[in-house]
């Protein structure tokens, strides 16, 4: 028997036949300030590849043939840390450009090394330049003959990639990951405090945007591909076990997991914390190298992505009965705030974020084995000077679906969105938020 510690504090007793767990050295989840490797699929969003690793084993030791999910994949640093392991399993994420970045992070030595050679014959060519599309995203930043350089450096590595495709797109991956950091290295002006946001002007001028010569880009397109490599292979010279087979990456709706029913073991994830992270802006420009266009198929892929800054006309109002007693009571505050719109956008946001947090959970908990685990890493918030109890309101949530809290671990954190953004001191002097890792069982 295991106590199992439930919303309203009471301890029930629940028969537990899982693994016996030890967590007296559970990590912080988050990432430090300054890592010293993996600048390549660094986002701010990402939890650290070490707390994940580490937490993995020590979930399932014992059990080698488990299979982890983690619907919120974002970089894959669940997905690789389990493929590390020798584990099965999944990485969900409706943002092509984190599909594309987790791909890359679990590419064998062959597909690393074919891309470099890729690179490597690409940045010998003469000058370059492609035709551009009339409303070719990366035009948004870049002058039009950048664009031509850009795109001929696509045309030559990843179209090179797909005629010799070896199957599972991971020589694409490592090649779009080369061009991401390429990119992100030159759109600095767009750059803001917000590690999250980029300015993306409407019709910006042509001498306002980014100009660089192709014998400038191929030097960076040569330094980022190295650097790419080191990234990648670091992984591989930590760890030994690596799975025979790599993890499934899917581009899907953690709403809509398109997985058959009790087919996972255990479930790990850090899912949006309702910090208002625009997640397809903050990847904006990786989308953009990926050909995505800004504007209807842009937007669409915004408003879907669970947090969005952009509230559906129609979302719908939930009552307590749906997300439970702590999150109605945070709606009401929200909606009785004097602050401007706070009971009409902000409201909305807020309440259609909690109602495809509700969707997801309910998801996970239907393709979880019975006894499954579920372990969430969530960041409270502040809504103005409310605070949203984002851990109450998921383990609400996640009770409503038949998944009980086992455990809970607080970490405290400065480094979180509110403290960024300069107008939330009018509403609270400090911004520390607690983040926390909170595991739960299927019942
Ligand atoms: C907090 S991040 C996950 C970070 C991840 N643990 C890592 O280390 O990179 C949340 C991710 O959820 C994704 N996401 C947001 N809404 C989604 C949805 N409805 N379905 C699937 N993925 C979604 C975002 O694209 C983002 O990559």
Request: hydrophobic share 50%.
């Given at each position: 028997m295991t106590s199992l510690l439930?919303?309203?504090?009471?301890?029930?007793?629940?028969e537990w036949s899982g693994p016996q767990l030890s967590f007296g050295l559970i990590s912080n989840p988050k990432q430090p300030a300054q890592g010293p490797r993996n600048e390549a699929w660094r986002f701010y969003a990402a939890y650290s590849f070490e707390f994940v690793r580490d937490y993995l084993r020590n979930i399932a030791a014992s059990q080698r043939d488990s299979l982890f999910l983690d619907p919120w994949n974002g970089s894959g640093s669940t997905t690789t840390a389990a493929?590390?392991?020798?584990?099965?399993?999944?990485?969900?994420?409706?943002?092509?450009?984190?599909?594309?970045?987790a791909t890359a992070r679990v590419a064998k030595s062959g597909d690393v090394d074919q891309a470099m050679d890729i690179v490597r014959s690409s940045v010998r060519m003469a000058a370059v330049r492609a035709s551009v599309a009339p409303n070719d995203p990366l035009s948004t930043w870049f002058e039009k003959g950048t664009v031509g350089?850009?795109?001929?450096?696509?045309?030559?590595?990843?179209?090179?990639?797909?005629?010799?495709?070896?199957?599972?797109?991971?020589?694409?991956?490592?090649?779009?990951?080369?061009?991401?950091?390429?990119?992100?290295?030159?759109?600095?002006?767009?750059?803001?405090?917000?590690?999250?946001?980029?300015?993306?002007?409407?019709?910006?001028?042509?001498?306002?945007?980014?100009?660089?010569?192709?014998?400038?880009?191929?030097?960076?397109?040569?330094?980022?591909?190295e650097a790419v490599r080191e990234d990648v292979m670091s992984v591989r010279s930590d760890h030994s076990q690596y799975g025979d087979v790599t993890p499934r990456l899917l581009h899907a709706n953690a709403k809509q997991i398109p997985l058959a029913a009790r087919s996972v073991d255990h479930v790990v994830s850090s899912p949006p914390y309702g910090t208002r992270i625009d997640y397809a802006v903050a990847t904006a420009v990786e989308c953009a190298a990926l050909g995505i266009p800004f504007g209807t198929t842009f937007d669409q892929l915004r408003s879907q992505l669970t947090g969005t800054t952009k509230v559906p006309a129609s979302a719908a109002s939930i009552g307590a009965e749906t997300v439970g007693e702590e999150c109605f009571k945070f709606l009401q505050a929200v909606r009785s705030h004097p602050s401007r719109a706070s009971g009409t956008y902000y409201l909305k946001n807020w309440e259609t974020y909690f109602i495809d947090i509700a969707g997801s959970i309910s998801e996970v908990s239907r393709v979880l084995k019975r006894n499954g685990t579920c372990t969430l890493i969530v960041q409270d918030s502040f809504y103005k000077d409310i605070r949203a109890p984002i851990q109450e309101i998921f383990v609400d949530i996640c009770r409503q679906s038949g998944?009980?809290?086992?455990?809970r671990f607080d970490f405290p954190s400065k480094r979180n969105l509110a403290a960024i953004n300069k107008g939330s001191r009018r509403w609270r002097a400090q911004s520390i938020a607690t983040e926390s890792v909170l595991r739960f069982v299927k019942l």
């Open positions: 439930v919303p309203d504090n009471s301890l029930i007793e629940h493929w590390s392991q020798g584990f099965r399993a999944i990485g969900i994420d409706l943002n092509p450009a984190m599909n594309v970045i350089r850009i795109r001929a450096f696509e045309r030559a590595t990843v179209g090179r990639a797909c005629e010799c495709m070896t199957g599972n797109g991971a020589v694409s991956a490592v090649l779009y990951l080369v061009m991401f950091r390429v990119l992100r290295h030159f759109v600095g002006p767009f750059l803001t405090s917000n590690p999250t946001w980029i300015r993306m002007p409407k019709n910006a001028p042509e001498e306002e945007k980014v100009k660089v010569l192709w014998s400038d880009l191929r030097i960076a397109f040569a330094q980022a591909a998944l009980l809290l086992l455990d």
